[in-house]
């Protein structure tokens, strides 16, 4: 939430979620960004599909599995950024709704990254693209 709120990025939250997320522990991960920033929830994924903030842009996708480098891509304001949860990514079947699959290059034999770094990695090169 603070790197979406520092980048001026909407959040979407689509559960279920590696972190058992309270309204009450949304608001104190946000500590004083959350005015900044109000994720909206999806009960599932089929539900964010459905919704108003899936209707327009691309769903970029970020995983260890991903076809293209960040570094390649040249982002647009209305792309969507998706990431998976620290336990286990996306499952198959959003990977594969994903318009673009996207990684970020690391040092051969590290796993990953987590996923708030990834985030920050991501919207660092968006915002630099787009500035
Ligand atoms: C800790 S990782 C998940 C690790 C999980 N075991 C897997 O293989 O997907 C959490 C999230 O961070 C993002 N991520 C981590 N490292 C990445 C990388 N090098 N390139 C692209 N995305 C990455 C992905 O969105 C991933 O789902």
Excluded at 15 to 39: H, N, Q, V
Excluded at 54 to 69: D, H, I, M, P, S
Aim: charged share 25%; hydrophobic share 45%.
């Amino acid at each position: 939430m603070r790197v979406a709120a520092c980048f001026g990025a909407g959040m979407d939250i689509v559960e279920p979620c590696a972190f058992p997320l309270t309204d009450k522990k949304i608001r104190a991960a946000a500590m004083d960004y959350g005015a900044a920033i109000s994720p909206t929830r999806h009960a599932s994924w089929t539900a964010y599909q459905n919704s108003a903030e899936a209707a327009r842009g691309r769903l970029v996708l970020f995983t260890t599995a991903g076809a293209g480098e960040i570094w390649d891509f040249d982002f647009s304001a209305d792309d969507r950024l998706l990431f998976g949860r620290e336990s286990a990514g996306v499952p198959e079947n959003v990977h594969e709704s994903a318009d673009e699959r996207l990684r970020i290059p690391i040092r051969e034999g590290m796993r990953s990254l987590n996923v708030t770094v990834t985030a920050a990695i991501a919207l660092a090169e968006a915002s630099r693209q787009l500035r």
